[in-house]
């Protein structure tokens, strides 16, 4: 955990220390199902890429054929204006 840094002409000693990042986002979504569809309100507005959010909407509504609702998505649609998104699935279910 100790090490020393050469730095030009002066070194220096330093030690590494285990640390926490805090990465992760709690928010509340509200749905509308409607067939292949699934219709998303009041996404809060959070510090991250766009591509980022379209992203963990997909994950969090994917679920294998065998796990109850779900499925495997074709398309998600992110307004960060409005806060707003559609969830498209390849199947209706």
């Known amino acids: 955990s100790k090490h020393c840094l050469k730095l030009d002409d002066r070194t220096a000693n330093v030690t590494v220390k285990p640390f926490e990042l805090d990465m992760g986002f709690q928010f509340e979504l509200h749905v509308t199902v409607s067939g292949k569809k699934i219709n998303i309100s009041e996404i809060p507005e959070l510090p991250i890429p766009i591509d980022w959010m379209r992203d963990k909407l997909e994950l969090l509504f994917y679920k294998t054929e065998q796990a109850a609702g ?5 398309n998600v ?6 806060g707003t998104a559609v969830i498209t699935f390849l199947k209706p279910g």
Do not use: F, L, P, V
């Open 77 to 82: 649609t992110y307004n960060k204006e409005s």
């Open 70 to 74: 779900g499925g495997e998505i074709e």
